[in-house]
């Protein structure tokens, strides 16, 4: 079994900065990409960030110049660093993660999601 963790959700004041976890635990051999996407109310869920193996890091638009994702290879996390945030980056942040994870003998390429952290941007 793999599991995702995500922390660091919360309220904050437009302009304020929030930093996002996720642990991913579990019977994992390699992590390939790692990701947050994000999903309002009413919206489907998209991509806000990705990061590769080898650290390569893609934005989407509204993320450039904002946010920065890194990960920890070693403690299998990643995280999400999001200042001037905005009102409209209020929704649930969720965790991706395209890994390797142990099945008996054989391993097993998997697709994981986290169960979601609320952002709130409001004064």
């Known amino acids: 079994q793999v599991q995702l963790v995500e922390s660091g959700g919360g309220l904050v004041q437009p302009g304020g900065s929030l930093r996002l976890s996720c642990v991913a635990s579990?019977?994992?051999?390699?992590?390939?990409?790692m990701a947050w996407y994000r999903q309002a109310p009413g919206n489907q869920r998209e991509l806000v960030a990705q990061?590769?193996?080898?650290?390569?890091?893609r934005y989407t638009d509204s993320a450039k110049g904002r946010f920065t994702i890194s990960r920890d290879n070693a403690k299998n996390t990643v995280y999400l660093q999001m200042n001037t945030l905005k009102a409209e980056d209020t929704a649930v942040y969720y965790c991706?993660?395209?890994?390797?994870?142990?099945?008996?003998?054989?391993?097993?390429?998997?697709?994981?999601w986290g169960q979601g952290t609320q952002v709130t941007v409001s004064s």
């Open positions: 579990g019977s994992i051999l390699s992590i390939n990409l």
């Open positions: 991706f993660a395209d890994l390797f994870a142990a099945q008996g003998m054989d391993a097993i390429r998997r697709v994981n």
């Open positions: 990061i590769s193996s080898d650290v390569a890091a």
